[in-house]
């Protein structure tokens, strides 16, 4: 029993040592983030070690809650209150352990006395290299899966990283990482080479979204916030539409899964060109039928823009024939509703495992008009944050989240409930920032 006590009382007495260190809060906010794409305990376990530490450090005089900070514990207080009227208590309750990030990570950071400018470089700059390495990870493994099945489809979207890890997911994070690397002043080569690696790896994982999203970031940061010259800019501008139109007009899977969605506009149940042989002919849903066509057939696909107009669909007709405006479903509540509705429009069953694909639609099918008001409110202030300070990174996160949150539910998930909470405290509790000045 003496060694156990004089074990603990070292850890402790380690823990306590460590939290005086300096750059520990970089580590500990990097290894958050570089752990996203490896399996979900290892992410709970450096959560909660950075609880621990930040909580073992705090002190009265230096907590200090802000506004923009106590917007997402009073999310995770609604989610809370919902299991009160949830219709499946269950999944409510077991959806309030996913999302007690919510509240811990904002108190967590509440603890720090002043955060500055350095501890997000280093932490974003740690993540930023970090996703270069699982970026030529993914592709020396597409090559090995290449060569042994002679299959292109390894190189490209889910295949390239897995279903289960998201490529859409992983786009985001990437997506990130490169920024960090495009805002350097002084690059150095291994910078230059990060930052074409995650170009060409955020094309490869095909997300539509994010595609157009980096782009038009781009070109804002080499309109208005670069400071390099008009030469250089005209060139870097140049390389980046040239692979991206490229990529549009020359890798097929990329190709194709543009394609679907602008032919999906003007065309009803169009050919799916990817049936197999063995397959029944399948139907591309347009956004028209989507929209309101009242019974569907089970051979009936919905390419991504159409399932999201689907949902959001459903959703219009939900709070027209339920009271849910105010209360919503519960926290994590909303699936059975889903189902009924696919069972409803004879959609094929396998929709109604889908959540709603919307992230602000989700929000107010679960927690009502409150809880959507309250994530419009996080995105604004944190928008308005990144622009008051003239931070490129911050306003490109902010700018992400508010698209990517239109197609998908990304806080139903840990990794993207960790990636959200974690930048946005992080970018929102720093009181010193070396400012970007826009060019005039």
Known sequence: MNHISDYLKKAFNKMTDLSKNKSLLAY??????????????????????????????????DFS????????????????????????????????????????????????????????DKAIEWFSFTMVGFSIFYFLKA??????????????????VSLELNAIYMAVFGSLAMFFFLVKKEKSIIDKIGFWILIVFIFLLSSKNIIIVDLMMIIV????????????????????????????????????????????????????NATEENQGPIYNISLKQAWSQDQFQQNDFFPGAAFRLFQIRIFKEMVQEESIFFTGFGLDAAQYKIREKIKQHNLHASYGELNFHNEYIQIFAELGVVGFLIVLSMLFFTLKKGIINKDF???????????????????????????????????NSVNYYNEQKILK
């Open 28 to 61: 500990l906010i990097a290894a958050m983030l570089i752990t996203l794409p490896l399996k979900h305990n290892i992410g709970s376990l450096t959560c909660i070690v950075f609880l621990l530490v930040s909580f073992l450090k705090a002190k009265k005089t």
């Open 65 to 120: 809650l802000s506004r923009v900070l106590l917007l997402p514990i009073l999310l995770y207080v609604l989610m809370l209150i919902s299991s009160i009227w949830s219709i499946e208590s269950k999944l409510t309750i077991k959806g309030l352990q996913k999302e007690i990030l919510f509240l811990v990570i904002p108190l967590a950071f509440s603890t720090f006395p002043k955060m500055n400018r350095n501890v997000v």
């Open 143 to 160: 090559i090995v899966k290449f060569i042994n099945s002679g299959d292109k489809g390894v190189f490209f979207y889910h295949e390239l």
């Open 221 to 272: 940061y080499y309109s208005f916030f670069s400071s390099v010259s008009r030469g250089t800019k005209k060139i870097m501008l140049l390389a980046v539409i040239i692979i991206s139109i490229s990529s549009v007009l020359f890798i097929k899977p990329v190709r194709d899964r543009f394609m679907i969605e602008f032919e999906t506009i003007f065309v009803d149940s169009s050919l799916n």
């Open 393 to 427: 990174v911050h306003i490109a996160f902010a700018v992400t989240m508010i698209v990517l949150f239109l197609t998908e539910s990304f806080l139903s998930r840990q990794r993207g409930i960790i990636f959200f909470i974690v930048f946005y405290c992080m970018f």
